[in-house]
C-alpha cells in the first residue's frame, strides 16, 4: 500500500503555488513587471483603485500580518481607508519600481513561511484586534487568508490592465 503524505506536504505545494500564481492563478509578479508608473497609476472610469494604489494595499496588509506572526504588530486599522496607503507625492519610476520591489519581496516572505514546519503552520498568531478574536488566526489561516486577499486585487490588477489595453503582460496570462 502506497505510504500517505504527511499534511505539511499536501499543504506545502498549494500554498507555494497559490502564492505565486501558478494554477488558474495569474502570477502576481508578472501582472506588475512590466508596468510603467504612469500606467500604474492611472485610474480607470469606475474603478476606485489604481493598479500602484492596489499594490500598496497588497503590501499594508502582507506586511501587517507577517508582523503580526512575528509577534510585532503594527496597531489594527482604526477604518478600512487607513489600509490603503496614498501614492507617493512624485510617481516616478523608481518610486514604483520600490512598490513592485516590497511587493516581491513580502511574497517571497509569505512563500518561506507557507514551507515551515506543521508545528508553526499550526501555532496561533497574536490576537491584535477584536476582530481577530471572530476569525481563525493560526499562521496557516493567514497564510490562506493572504492568498484569498491577493488574488482577489490581482484579479482587479488584470481588469484594470484589461481596461487600459495593457494586458497580457510581456510574460503571458490567460486571454480567455
Not at 74 to 98: F, G, Q, T
Request: glycine share 4%; net charge negative.
Amino acid at each position: 500500500m502506497p505510504e500517505t503524505p504527511d499534511l505539511k506536504t499536501v499543504l506545502e505545494q498549494p500554498l507555494v503555488e497559490l502564492l505565486d500564481g501558478k494554477a488558474a492563478h495569474a502570477s502576481p509578479l508578472a501582472c506588475l513587471e512590466d508596468l510603467s508608473a504612469d500606467l500604474a497609476s492611472r485610474k480607470v472610469e469606475g474603478h476606485t483603485w489604481s493598479i500602484w494604489e492596489i499594490v500598496l494595499h497588497l503590501n499594508y496588509w502582507m506586511a501587517y500580518d507577517f508582523k503580526r506572526i512575528l509577534g510585532a504588530p503594527d496597531p489594527y486599522p482604526d477604518h478600512a481607508a487607513n489600509s490603503w496607503p496614498a501614492l507617493p507625492p512624485e510617481a516616478s519610476e523608481e518610486s514604483w519600481n520600490h512598490t513592485v520591489s516590497q511587493f516581491a519581496a513580502l511574497l517571497q516572505e509569505w512563500e518561506t513561511l507557507s514551507r515551515s514546519d506543521l508545528q508553526v503552520l499550526m501555532r496561533a498568531a497574536n490576537v491584535i484586534s477584536p476582530h481577530h478574536a471572530q476569525q481563525a488566526s493560526s499562521v496557516l489561516a493567514l497564510i490562506l487568508q493572504t492568498i484569498a486577499h491577493n488574488s482577489y486585487h490581482v484579479g482587479q490588477i488584470v481588469l484594470t490592465r484589461r481596461a487600459l489595453g495593457a494586458w497580457p503582460p510581456r510574460k503571458g496570462g490567460n486571454t480567455w
